[in-house]
């Protein structure tokens, strides 16, 4: 059984997934807000405002953790010294040095530790990455990827921490390319916290493909856009589209657009990512986004973060 740490907008998606497949044994949050908002959207579930009963609890053998990701240190390290299973929100960590511990630790004690990179178990993007793999848009030119949304409420340091682990955990899979190298990092505050909440940075992989990711909190209308460009055809993600989300484009020898658009299955993401989890826990498999998939998508982060606040620093010093 399965217990989750932290009852928000994600949590209850979380919760909605892991009460279907029936595995979901007692919700924790410490907001009493939250618990009676889940104990009337789902008033079978258990529920606790104390992680430690959660962790000390014998018939609990995995947590679940959806807090805020200042947290996700703390409470992963917590459980895997209890004996338990993580999966963890993205991010894993805010540090290298925490990622590593927390994957020291599972590794010390043979214990699974999944970070949720959601966008790995989309259909679209695994149908994206077998295309690639076959050769049907040639040779990678370039990647950009766009994510923004409106923030009403900023959960983390900066975007990038919120916002960046899709992008860049969703390049890597695709490109089945796990050297990420950081290029360049700029960030804009636009609000009155100080809160950087634009952003733009510059990655490479191995073997030269390069990738340029945009991320903001301040975007009224919701983007979640890729778009690989390959010699011989480009693809689009439109993530924010109810159907067609994935299009193949490329120009005929007439020079007329042609849009394709290939099959994949309408599976929910979450669902196969909670899925894979449970498995993985079940046989001791590794899964497809494991601590080491966490732990260098912090290490990207961690540098961007530092470049960024530098870069402001520098620029307050200006004005």
Same mark, same amino acid.
């Given at each position: @059984?399965?217990?989750?740490a932290g009852a928000g907008r994600w949590? *209850?998606?979380l919760i909605r997934n892991l009460i279907q497949v029936g595995v979901l044994h007692t919700v924790c949050d410490t907001s009493q807000i939250s618990l009676d908002k889940i104990a009337s959207k789902f008033p079978t579930v258990k529920l606790t405002s104390s992680f430690d009963s959660l962790i000390l609890n014998n018939e609990i053998q995995a947590i679940v953790i959806s807090t805020p990701s200042t947290t996700h240190h703390e409470l992963a390290k917590k459980s895997l010294e209890a004996g338990k299973h993580v999966y963890v929100e993205k991010p894993l960590a805010k540090t290298e040095e925490e !990622? #590593? *511990?927390?994957?020291?630790l599972a590794n010390k004690?043979?214990?699974?530790? @999944?970070v949720g990179h959601l966008l790995l178990y989309h259909p679209a993007v695994n149908k994206l990455r077998d295309l690639i793999s076959q050769g049907e848009l040639g040779d990678i030119r370039f990647i950009?990827?766009?994510r923004r949304?409106? !923030?009403?409420?900023r959960m983390d340091s900066n975007v990038i921490w919120d916002l960046a682990p899709h992008d860049m955990s969703m390049i890597s899979y695709i490109l089945d390319n796990h050297s990420i190298e950081l290029v360049d990092a700029n960030g804009f505050s636009t609000s009155e916290d100080g809160v950087i909440d634009v952003a733009h940075l510059d990655v490479c992989f191995k073997g030269g493909i390069c990738a340029h990711i945009h991320n903001s909190w301040i975007d009224p209308q919701k983007q979640c856009l890729l778009t690989v460009n390959g010699s011989k055809k480009s693809a689009v993600i439109n993530d924010t589209r109810g159907e067609r989300k994935l299009e193949l484009y490329s120009v005929l020898p007439d020079g007329q657009l042609f849009i394709e658009q290939p099959v994949y299955s309408n599976e929910e993401p979450l669902r196969r990512e909670v899925e894979h989890f449970i498995d993985?826990? #079940? #046989?001791?498999g590794t899964p497809l986004s494991d601590g080491f998939e966490g732990y260098k998508i912090v290490k990207v982060l961690e540098g961007a973060d530092k470049k960024m606040r530098k870069q402001e620093s520098s620029l307050s010093t200006l004005l």
């Open positions: @059984m399965i217990g989750l949590g *209850e998606n !990622a #590593k *511990e927390l994957i020291d004690s043979n214990l699974t530790l @999944m950009n990827s766009d949304n409106f !923030a009403l409420t993985c826990v #079940k #046989k001791g």
